[in-house]
């Protein structure tokens, strides 16, 4: 159930359309399931404001399948699902019943959207800017899971790929310097010394959520260089995240967007 679902249930005491047993009923509905191998948190939507998302790392490709159908089947209309491989998304779309009406699948990212039989064909609306700038063309699979988490949050996302300080004069063209000044949040993704944040942050009137990326070489340490470097940016008003962690970021970016 997702805040909007508890609002409709209220909304239909009032106007006398549900009776109250049966909007205690729907209430008493347990919090989250145990299906053995997982506990779907069923209430979060109505507890954080946004519903459960489902890591697939380190899952079999049948435990996302029943997690995300579990989900559906208790109201949310799209599962958010990251680090989804090509082989999970395969047998999602084989093995899915009529709970799920389609699957989308980003293979760069890795980002599953599983959406439920009540999705809407009409465009959702999106809110606010987010500007998503990264270091190099090797930075985009967590780029994109992190545009991708802030657009299925529901927010406008502005992609500016490969501007990093090996070539700054990218980043201080006229449009990426209008889309970076005009942003509510900007996601600056980067590997090796991870210096874009820092440029970044010097430039904007807005939060940056910096996000080290493992690209580089022996000494990068798989992220760890650029990682420090975020955290020792002079620039105000740059927070980090975990390394690689694109998801963090945008889930970040769209609660500071729509406040």
């Not at 009032?14 to 299906?35: C, I, R, T």
């Not at 989900?71 to 999602?92: N, P, W």
């Not at 992609?159 to 889309?179: C, F, S, T, W």
Request: with cysteine.
């Amino acid at each position: 159930m997702e805040e909007r679902d508890l609002r409709r249930l209220l909304d239909g005491v009032k106007s006398g359309d549900v009776s109250p047993d049966e909007a205690l009923l729907k209430l008493k509905e347990a919090p989250f399931e145990d299906m053995g191998f997982a506990k779907p948190d069923l209430h979060r939507g109505i507890r954080q404001g946004k519903p459960e998302v489902i890591y697939g790392a380190g899952k079999t490709p049948d435990q996302i399948l029943k997690i995300a159908e579990k989900l559906l089947s208790h109201g949310q209309s799209k599962v958010l699902i990251t680090r989804m491989s090509k082989e999970a998304a395969d047998y999602f779309n084989q093995g899915k019943t009529e709970t799920t009406r389609e699957l989308f699948y980003d293979e760069l990212s890795k980002v599953g959207i599983a959406f439920g039989k009540e999705k809407s064909d009409e465009p959702e609306d999106k809110v606010g800017k987010i500007v998503i700038a990264t270091g190099g063309t090797s930075d985009m699979p967590v780029a994109e899971e992190a545009a991708l988490t802030a657009e299925f949050y529901g927010n406008n996302v502005v992609r500016l790929y490969d501007v990093g300080v090996a070539g700054i004069h990218r980043l201080m063209a006229k449009e990426p310097m209008e889309e970076i000044m005009t942003a509510n949040v900007v996601i600056a993704i980067a590997g090796m010394e991870g210096a874009l944040a820092s440029v970044i942050g010097g430039l904007a009137d807005c939060p940056v959520i910096a996000v080290p990326t493992s690209v580089g070489y022996g000494a990068s340490f798989g992220g760890l260089s650029a990682l420090l470097s975020m955290l020792n940016s002079c620039a105000s008003g740059v927070s980090v995240v975990n390394i690689d962690n694109g998801f963090g970021a945008g889930f970040l970016a769209s609660m500071i967007n729509q406040k």
